[in-house]
């Protein structure tokens, strides 16, 4: 139990307007995200893929995110946060609109390309708004206040998932695999295309509405949260980090639960297509499920931070989601998939309280540590082509969520050992200014 900020102000003075700008960020990756996952069944229909290669999605996303966060934090540490989201929107809607040549070429890896690139811009976005939240206000509602943040990204993944399922699951053709390679080149390139020519759509049209946000940005005057100095001294920085157990063992924890999240969002549509016989257009509504079970569970769970310690919220959670990952590989038919659905309501807290409880009293070491849990992120691509591949070698999609089981575990072992690791004494370090 811990209640003890529940009357601390969550935001500073003067700051509301700003903090509203910056969460409305959270919601544009979780768009882009969770459009992301349904693009693995997207394609596995349109080229007739396996499991394991449809995964390369989520390697090239993931990668990105793994790859940028670094330079990420060296560009808003040497120049400010509003500089990372300009550069992170910029290449956010580079990305997307690389799928327009992408389509007329119909290779897989000029859109792995494009989502590369799209996502190094969400990379950029997350290494900067996360702690930027977490400068916002007091130190001890830190974790509260990116929980609220964070609660924003579910709706827009909601949003991503709609405009997935109508505007490219919907317009698959429903041919087999089997049926496709028995016909005439011509005819499945035309086939092909159309297809193609959704997502790309989608994805320009998004392209088009964050050259709008970027404008606002632009223009609209941020407070600079700012360190004792901007030297970079990125070594020293890392070896404090590296010699701080709590962040250590958050960045370890950020990994795996990050491939627990995506490897279940990403099967969750090929689950549900298999245990109730549905298309991809009618499965991704158990998706969306999902995902409005993980927006309304993330408020309620922000709301018992007030009494409840994030850390004892957190262990709660890891076995919640261990339990239902359990019954989703030992039943099937329509337990099963409630179960699948129920592991995104326990997921909901855990991204962001990872990260508030890895990022605690880090001081000056605060733009380069937020940048290592984003980088932790690269678990959602590789663990989710491990479970890829125990799917395509075993042919069950039900014993590769042992994979997601092992995460969550991972987890719990962190929020067990979390208040016996955690820093204390240490000064932020950390000024905030107009």
């Not at 962001?352 to 990022?359: A, E, H, N, R, V």
């Amino acid at each position: 139990m811990g209640g003890k900020d529940s009357k601390i102000s969550l935001i500073r003075p003067g700051n509301a307007w700003p903090f509203i700008l910056v969460t409305s960020l959270f919601f544009l990756w979780g768009l882009a995200n969770n459009m992301t996952d349904t693009l693995l069944a997207a394609f596995k229909r349109i080229m007739s893929m396996s499991d394991f290669q449809t995964s390369w999605i989520q390697m090239a996303f993931y990668g990105s995110y793994f790859l940028l966060a670094l330079p990420a934090a060296i560009l808003i540490k040497k120049y400010t946060y509003k500089s990372g989201v300009l550069v992170g929107l910029g290449f956010f809607i580079i990305g997307a609109l690389l799928f327009y040549p992408a389509s007329i070429t119909m290779v897989y890896g000029h859109f792995l390309a494009a989502l590369f690139i799209l996502a190094g811009g969400l990379s950029i976005l997350e290494t900067a708004a996360n702690p930027y939240i977490i400068a916002m206000g007091p130190e001890e509602t830190g974790t509260r206040r990116l929980n609220l943040a964070q609660s924003f990204n579910p709706i827009g993944s909601i949003t991503g998932v709609l405009l997935s399922k109508f505007f490219i699951l919907s317009h698959l053709n429903l041919s087999s695999a089997e049926e496709r390679s028995g016909m005439e080149a011509a005819e499945l390139q035309a086939i092909q295309s159309a297809e193609l020519t959704s997502v790309m759509g989608t994805y320009v049209g998004v392209a088009f509405f964050l050259l709008l946000v970027w404008i606002l940005v632009k223009f609209t005057k941020m407070p600079k949260a700012s360190d004792e100095d901007n030297n970079l001294q990125i070594k020293a920085s890392l070896k404090r980090l590296w010699q701080n157990k709590n962040y250590r063992w958050s960045v370890i924890t950020q990994f795996f639960y990050m491939g627990a999240q995506i490897g279940v969002w990403s099967y969750t549509i090929r689950y549900v297509m298999q245990e109730l016989g549905l298309n991809e257009d009618d499965s991704s509504t158990y998706y969306l499920g999902s995902l409005i079970l993980f927006s309304g569970s993330r408020f309620i769970f922000t709301g018992l931070m007030k009494y409840f310690s994030p850390r004892v919220l957190l262990l709660a959670s890891a076995i919640g989601g261990g339990i239902s990952t359990l019954l989703v590989i030992s039943t099937g038919g329509i337990t099963g998939v409630i179960a699948l659905v129920a592991i995104s309501g326990f997921m909901s807290l855990m991204f962001p309280t990872i990260y508030g409880l890895g990022m605690t009293k880090l001081g000056k070491d605060t733009k380069i540590g937020g940048s290592g849990l984003i980088m932790a992120i690269l678990g959602g691509a590789v663990l989710t082509a491990v479970q890829g591949q125990i799917s395509d070698m075993t042919g069950s999609i039900h014993l590769s969520f042992y994979m997601p089981l092992f995460c969550f575990a991972v987890v719990a072992l962190y929020a067990i050992i979390q208040n016996k690791i955690q820093p204390s004494g240490l000064k932020p370090g950390k000024t905030f200014e107009e």
